[in-house]
């Protein structure tokens, strides 16, 4: 009996120490919040709608009502947004949480793992999924630490237990190449060098690599299918191939029995052959997409996560090799998205933020797609209900419907006529909390 009573104080105890942020948590689940949008683009339907009334229950949207046919529960708090543009929260579907865009002149990418303690990563990582949600991302599919182990499913589990703000993750932990496919490297060969990710050699390492991850939690799995790119000698883009077919489909494999989706960074040539082959859920980059890999995406669903912006920052002097070969990868990227676009290949939107700095604006992709002959609404849709899909959550988020989650942003000015106003979110909820309300 004594024994019963010096655990049941120690439980009082840990109850005590329960942050503020956990148990507002609690608080607020049977709360009610009435949101009045001017206009509404809801990312699914073709067209906006105007003088809409968003009741929210908790953390779920409960109805979405013309205002004339609306009901406001009683004691519902009001927010007024009537004369700003409404959307789902935007899903970004590749980030780098662990890297901030390293500058060369200060080490680049090898200080971040040869110098940063990984509490210094993990407390900047924090910072930017707090700059991600400040911008209306409310959603993030970040696709690996590069080489901070596991500190993405940490940074997860902070958010998710309301410890710090930040978007719902979906997290890729170390991701996947092999020897000679991934820094660190350029050290003597004596050195035994931490490399950026996972590296195997063979399909049984490879299919181990996707077990471990997984049981680390792994809600993706990230491959590498190429590594290098250069010019060749007659001015095509050469890239590197890493791991093998039967690598690949080891890794597949495996996680398709776990149930979760295999992302694969790809640029051209011999490892997109395998890449498609292999069974890859989602291109990342797909730089050099010729016809037969379009027909083959289209064939077997698979998912196109361009990342424009990231190939036109830091291009190295035109009169160089490396210069050369910037140049040409963005001229053949324009020209895969266009092909792909026209094909009708399911387009997500994707940053690689990390690789740009997160000072900078996220939204920066939107303009680039749209300039690259997508409308604006399909623009929209593909980081809010065609993320969603990709992420085997249809009708939870990337939409502002009943029954999902309430993740809701407000922007001034109509998106559809200028797609940068996305670049200027005014408003953000997330599960039904304001995260950020700067009225208009
Ligand atoms: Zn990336």
């Not at 507002?24 to 003088?51: C, E, F, M, Y």
């Not at 080490?107 to 930017?128: E, F, H, Q, W």
């Amino acid at each position: 009996m004594k024994n019963y009573v010096w655990k049941y104080s120690w439980i009082l105890l840990l109850a005590a120490v329960i942050p503020a942020a956990a148990q507002q948590k609690d608080n607020s689940s049977d709360s009610w919040t009435v949101i009045r949008a001017g206009s509404l683009i809801d990312g699914k339907s073709a067209a906006p709608r105007h003088d809409q009334v968003i009741v929210i229950h908790g953390n779920r949207i409960e109805s979405v009502r013309d205002a004339a046919a609306a009901k406001i529960p009683a004691g519902a708090a009001v927010v007024d947004l009537s004369k700003a543009t409404l959307l789902p929260g935007l899903i970004d579907s590749h980030t780098h949480i662990f890297l901030q865009g390293e500058d060369p002149a200060q080490g680049g990418y090898d200080a971040n793992i040869l110098n940063a303690p990984l509490a210094l990563r993990a407390a900047r990582a924090t910072v930017s999924t707090r700059r991600a949600l400040e911008q209306g991302f409310t959603t993030l599919r970040d696709v690996e630490t590069e080489g901070a182990g596991y500190g993405d499913v940490g940074i997860k589990e902070a958010i998710e237990q309301g410890y710090i703000p930040g978007p719902r993750l979906f997290v890729a932990t170390r991701a996947i190449s092999t020897t000679g496919g991934y820094s660190l490297e350029g050290y003597a060969p004596e050195l035994d060098m931490p490399k950026g990710a996972q590296i195997i050699d063979g399909p049984v390492e490879a299919r181990k690599a996707a077990r471990e991850q997984l049981d680390h939690g792994a809600d993706w799995i990230k491959v590498y299918m190429t590594h290098r790119s250069w010019v060749g000698k007659n001015g095509e883009l050469v890239s590197q191939p890493t791991l093998t077919l039967e690598e690949l489909r080891a890794v597949v494999d495996e996680t398709h029995g776990w149930g979760k989706k295999v992302a694969c960074h790809v640029y051209g040539g011999i490892g997109l052959r395998r890449a498609l082959d292999g069974g890859c859920d989602s291109i990342e980059h797909g730089l050099d997409l010729d016809d037969a890999a379009i027909a083959q995406m289209l064939k077997q669903g698979t998912w196109y996560v361009p990342t424009i912006s990231v190939y036109y920052g830091d291009w190295a002097p035109a009169d160089t090799p490396a210069g050369q070969r910037d140049r040409l990868r963005a001229s053949l990227h324009e020209q895969s998205f266009k092909k792909a676009l026209k094909g009708g290949v399911k387009i997500v939107f994707g940053t690689d933020m990390g690789g740009i700095p997160w000072t900078q604006p996220i939204a920066q992709e939107f303009p680039r797609m749209v300039d690259l002959g997508m409308q604006p609404m399909d623009a929209i849709q593909s980081a809010t209900s065609r993320a969603a899909v990709m992420l085997d959550m249809e009708g939870k988020i990337g939409v502002v419907a009943p029954g999902a989650f309430a993740d809701i942003i407000a922007v001034n000015g109509d998106p559809l006529r200028d797609i940068k106003v996305l670049e200027n979110v005014q408003f953000v909820m997330k599960d039904g909390k304001v995260f950020k309300s700067e009225k208009p």
